[in-house]
């Protein structure tokens, strides 16, 4: 018989959302009837603006008639890599720098095969779970040692450090993995921060990857959308956006990344040369039915309705932070991102997860999920339909 994949051995426990829907299953099978609302996971619930929606229906339409077929796109529209580069980097990539994904996730998975098993990695602690999941599938992570991977750098963002992670901690020569704003923090970096990110990519020889999916809710006009809005972040740093949670596109699935040609190995090598090699390799391109809705979600029309839909969720988070401020219970995140970030000093958060789901009929997410430093936070997520986020705050109040 031929044997398991020894690295999917180390992978810790279950994925961290089919565990929480597990809890919710039992739950749900000890109260029937109980309406259950949750605030857990970070898919979307509003549906596709007409516009883009109208593009998804024509793009479809079109692969009916023998003018408008079209097969592979490999890379993707070079329409579509040309209007990303325009709206979200002033056109400051060649189109053979972006290339489109099936998403953000997706990619961050494919990344990491350019670096192998061989590679440190450094990740905020807490963090996206594919970070480090994907670096224990491709060897990188190593074993687990009871409260991390062997191979991980976690650096913890806490309430002491603001939520941005002290950088002396960045290994030499590693990969490292950046979300801003942050998923599950909230928490979105300052020009000055991310700069000193940079500085210390530069420093130490690291390469960042940069993780933008949630750059659409940034209100705060003072923060950077982009990592590429830091001088010289074009030497050393990939960036994956997403139109999943801007436009709703969880379902559809489209991303993109930025791999610029100034990426180099430490050998000399081209980063550029070789991720067009493997999405070449092992992906085929994005559905181009995807791409007519992403090129039209960009036009002037798109753009408006992604800061109505993205406006949506923010209006979620404000009443679910509110909700808690209320309770008295310290949180940051909401203002800028769709996530909000809970502390309960001293305790356990899958026990806090369990007492708001017997006590309030509400799924959340333990902070410790998403790392070490998660421990006694809880992550609320703004991705709800509006009455059922009234209806959840409302119930949240019994915890009071
Ligand atoms: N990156 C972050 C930080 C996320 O939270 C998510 C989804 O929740 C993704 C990426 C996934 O994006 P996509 O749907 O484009 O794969």
Redesign the pocket.
């Known amino acids: 018989m031929i044997s398991r994949n020894q690295y999917i051995a180390n992978l810790k426990a279950g994925y961290l959302f089919p565990e929480i829907a597990k809890k919710r299953r039992e739950y749900a099978a000890s109260h029937p009837g109980v309406k259950i609302i949750s605030l857990g996971v970070?898919n979307t619930t509003e549906p596709i603006l007409p516009h883009i929606n109208a593009a998804l229906v024509e793009g479809a339409k079109k692969l009916g008639v023998l003018e408008g077929y079209s097969g592979y796109q490999d890379e993707g529209l070079p329409s579509l890599r040309e209007k990303i580069s325009e709206v979200f980097y002033s056109g400051k990539f060649s189109i053979d720098e972006i290339f489109i994904s099936d998403?953000?996730?997706?990619d961050?998975g494919r990344l990491q095969t350019l670096f192998g098993a061989g590679t440190k990695i450094a990740v905020q602690d807490p963090s996206?779970p594919v970070y480090v999941d994907g670096s224990v599938l491709t060897g990188a992570a190593g074993i687990w040692e009871g409260n991390g991977y062997a191979g991980i750098t976690y650096l913890p963002c806490t309430a002491e450090n603001n939520f941005f992670p002290n950088l002396d901690a960045v290994p030499r020569n590693s990969l490292v993995y950046f979300?801003s704003p942050n998923?599950p923090t909230g928490a979105a970096a300052t020009c000055d921060q991310l700069n000193a990110l940079v500085k210390t990519a530069i420093d130490r020889g690291c390469i960042i990857i940069f993780?933008a999916?949630?750059s659409e809710f940034i209100r705060d006009s003072k923060l950077p959308k982009t990592i590429y809005g830091i001088d010289n972040a074009a030497s050393c740093a990939i960036e994956?956006n997403?139109f999943?949670?801007p436009a709703g596109f969880?379902g559809v699935?489209l991303?993109w990344s930025v791999v610029p040609k100034a990426i180099k190995y430490s050998g000399g090598e081209s980063v550029n040369a070789d991720w067009s090699r493997i999405a070449g390799t092992i992906f085929n391109g994005a559905s181009n039915i995807a791409q007519a809705g992403g090129l039209a979600a960009l036009d002037s029309e798109g753009l408006k309705e992604i800061r109505a839909l993205t406006d949506f969720y923010l209006g979620n988070a404000k009443i679910i932070r509110d909700t808690l401020v209320k309770l008295g219970i310290t949180c940051i995140g909401g203002g800028n991102s769709p996530y909000i970030w809970a502390r309960f000093p001293g305790r356990d958060s899958w026990e806090v997860f369990q007492e708001i789901l017997e006590k309030c009929q509400v799924v959340t997410t333990p902070g410790i999920g998403f790392g070490p430093a998660g421990q006694s936070f809880i992550r609320f997520s703004a991705f709800g339909h509006r009455e059922d986020v009234e209806e959840a705050c409302k119930r949240l109040e019994k915890l009071a």
């Open positions: 970070g998403g953000a996730k997706c961050i996206y979300c998923n993780d999916a949630y994956v997403s999943s949670k969880t699935r991303g």
